[in-house]
């Protein structure tokens, strides 16, 4: 494990860099912009890292997921969770930068996206780097990246229904989790629901 967090933190800034292209995509599912263009950035991404990658559409009009696999030395199977849409920017005179243009401040970067949930996406595949540069992945690594989850994943399921096959894993990891106040990292078993607040 040392090797992989060393080859890391000796790449921190190629991964900032590509981080910031990816949230200069301004993909807000509820108006539909460039949707099409991040999910082919995600899959050509993919691609290059060995992973068998494609853009399928959502039904009824959803926006498209990209689903990907490559093999590892088990026959076991995970697979991610993610979402490259990402909410409306409004109000913008509460951005102290644009949105859409990833800015670091004080060593941390703002951007629509950053850390819900571009972050997590980029931070997996420079993981997926890390492995490949230290011999393999352990095991199959699939993906699943949707471009709906930000207004509540409406057509998800049926597309669930549709690539069952595509989908099937041992293991499943979200998008996201947490740290409790002691440091402690947090697993979510569930959600359910959205809020909206004003």
Known sequence: MEDLFRY???????????????????SVSARGESIEETAAWLADRLIS???DAQV?????????????????????????????????????????SPPFRPTLRAGRLYARGASDNKGN?????????????A?????????????DEEIGSPHMEEFVARHRDLLR???????????????????TLGVKGLLYVE
Not at 57 to 77: F, Q
Request: proline content about 9%.
């Open 8 to 26: 890391l933190d000796e790449r921190l800034d190629d991964a900032l860099r590509e981080l910031q292209e990816l949230c200069s995509l301004p």
């Open 169 to 187: 894993a041992d293991a499943c990891l979200w998008e996201g989790g947490g740290v409790t106040w002691d440091g402690r990292p947090q697993l």
């Open 121 to 133: 996406i980029v931070a997996r595949l420079w993981a997926i780097r890390a492995w490949q540069q």
């Open 135 to 147: 011999g393999g992945l352990p095991c199959t690594v699939k993906f699943c990246i949707e471009g």
């Open 56 to 96: 399928l559409p959502k039904p009824e009009g959803g926006h498209p997921v990209v689903l990907a696999v490559a093999p590892g030395a088990s026959p076991r199977t995970i697979l991610f969770y993610d979402h490259y849409d990402v909410q409306p920017e409004e109000p913008l005179e509460e951005w102290s």
């Open 49 to 51: 890292l060995g992973f």
